[in-house]
């Protein structure tokens, strides 16, 4: 990113939030408000214990496939891994229809990988 960085205001008389004290209890000193450049350098990078995670999660998805037909295997990877990608339309449509379809929004493996991230960075 280019652009200029700036302190955050302080507040006007008046208001009650601090934005700057805030920033700084976050450890954010500066701000850019409209930068001139915004470019992509890299990406899918992750720390080695999220690789790990995701790498048991692509050994689980496959061994599934393995193990299970179809449209069983699909289902299981969406409710047990939230891979919902593979699931046919006419299954999410069933979900939908019967009022069931948070059963498949809800995945174990978000609450445990969200919480070991921020462990691990």
């Known amino acids: 990113m280019k652009g200029n ?3 955050p ?6 208001e009650d939030f601090d934005f700057r004290e805030y920033l ?3 450890g954010i ?3 850019m408000y409209s ?3 915004v470019a992509l350098i890299d990406t ?3 720390s080695k214990p999220m690789e790990l995670i995701y790498g048991l999660r692509r050994t689980m998805s496959q061994s599934l496939e393995e193990a299970l037909p ?8 969406a409710m047990l ?3 919902r990608g593979s699931m046919s339309p006419d299954v999410k449509e069933d979900f939908s229809e019967t009022g069931t379809s948070h059963l498949l929004a809800i995945s174990g493996v978000h609450i445990p990988i969200t919480k070991w991230e921020n462990w691990f960075l």
Do not use: F, M, N, R
Request: charged share 25%.
């Open 5 to 7: 960085l700036e302190s």
């Open 9 to 14: 205001d302080s507040p006007e008389e008046g």
């Open 24 to 26: 700084a209890g976050q």
């Open 29 to 31: 000193y500066s701000i």
């Open 35 to 37: 930068p001139s450049e």
């Open 44 to 46: 899918g990078h992750k």
């Open 70 to 77: 179809e449209p069983q295997c699909s289902l299981t990877k």
């Open 81 to 83: 891994l939230g891979q």
